[in-house]
């Protein structure tokens, strides 16, 4: 595991709604969203660790299927065993760049 600082920051009200909506959007904690943008801006590369990577995915995976439910898109099953498209996709492998 990483270790980590708590820092407080103050930030222009018009930043901190900008990275807010960033994080609604993509659905990462607002912490993680400001990180991510601090490490890209000193050029430096995250690598997350397979556990980190995993816990991103269930969480992914939950969302999917709360966006799901709420749109009434899940698939009718049967036994309620097959996996949505969505959440196929997301557990696709990444390509190697």
């Known amino acids: 595991m990483v270790k980590t600082t708590r ?10 709604q900008t990275l807010t909506r960033e994080s609604d959007t993509s659905g990462d904690p607002l912490n993680a969203v400001i990180v991510n943008r601090l490490e890209r801006s000193l050029g430096i590369a995250y690598v997350p660790t397979q556990e980190a990577l995993a816990d991103r995915l269930s969480a992914l ?9 709420e749109r009434d898109l899940s698939p009718e099953t049967d036994g309620g065993e097959e996996e949505s498209a969505s ?11």
């Open 7 to 16: 820092l407080t920051v103050r930030l222009p009200e018009q930043l901190h």
């Open 87 to 97: 959440l196929r996709l997301l557990k696709k492998p990444l390509r190697s760049e």
């Open 61 to 69: 995976e939950v969302r999917v299927s709360k966006m799901e439910a």
